[in-house]
């Protein structure tokens, strides 16, 4: 199957599953991520002012995270080549993104992080990254950012935010090899803290409920 079709069909899937749960809103205000400390190994307390992230995005331009004060930005490592863990947390990404409606869109910020800037490229990010902006509104200026560093700049960051990732040699495949790598999605309220994270497998629902409380909790500041 052609990996552009691929990516439509985990699209329309996530889609899904969005509406069979949006009846079911949580009652309490509460974070439904883990939000009183970083993953092993520092386990550090949260929140905290978020790391920052000084790598080059999609268009070849350098990124800090304090340009995007006011906006609720999620935060996930992956790689391009990724066969599944990654297309389908950023296919749940869009999701949240066209839950939130056209007006919290604009305060709503994904940022997809290479751990494996030996092939994703600039280039490969952002036609990777175009699949997905299709379908949150690219025409409208809403779109993933994507960065990318080399070891020296990338390394630092991964582990600011307990970040692993390892090759694994696949002998005989196309693809080379594939990348362990940690798959948390981490979430930055609009005054830049790092307020909570998920783990792999969290729901739709509950991602796209925080992302909406933090940026009506932002507004109201």
Not at 70 to 91: E, R
Not at 158 to 179: C, H, L, N, R
Not at 198 to 209: E, H, R
């Amino acid at each position: 199957m052609p990996r552009s079709i691929y990516l439509l069909a985990l699209l329309a899937l996530v889609a899904g599953s969005l509406l069979l749960g949006a009846c079911q809103k949580p009652a309490q205000r509460k974070l439904h991520g883990i939000s009183d400390k970083m993953p092993p190994p520092s386990e550090a307390k949260l929140p905290q002012p978020a790391p920052d992230l000084p790598l080059t995005d999609q268009y070849g331009r350098p990124f800090s995270l304090s340009t995007q004060r006011g906006k609720v930005v999620i935060v996930y490592f992956g790689y391009t080549s990724c066969p599944d863990v990654c297309p389908i947390t950023l296919a749940q990404l869009t999701q949240v993104w066209t839950g939130l409606g056209p007006e919290q869109a604009r305060f709503f910020q994904p940022i997809f992080v290479t751990v494996d800037p030996e092939r994703d490229t600039e280039e490969v990010i952002a036609r990777y990254l175009g699949a997905f902006d299709s379908a949150v509104g690219g025409d409208q200026g809403l779109g993933f950012t994507g960065l990318r560093g080399m070891p020296a700049e990338l390394d630092p960051v991964m582990a600011a935010y307990d970040v692993k990732a390892e090759k694994k040699p696949q002998p005989g495949s196309a693809v080379g090899y594939t990348v362990n790598h940690t798959a948390y999605t981490y979430v930055i309220d609009t005054e830049g803290n790092l307020v909570e994270w998920f783990p792999y497998g969290a729901s739709v629902d509950d991602i796209l409920w925080d992302v909406r409380y933090l940026i009506q909790k932002g507004a109201k500041k």
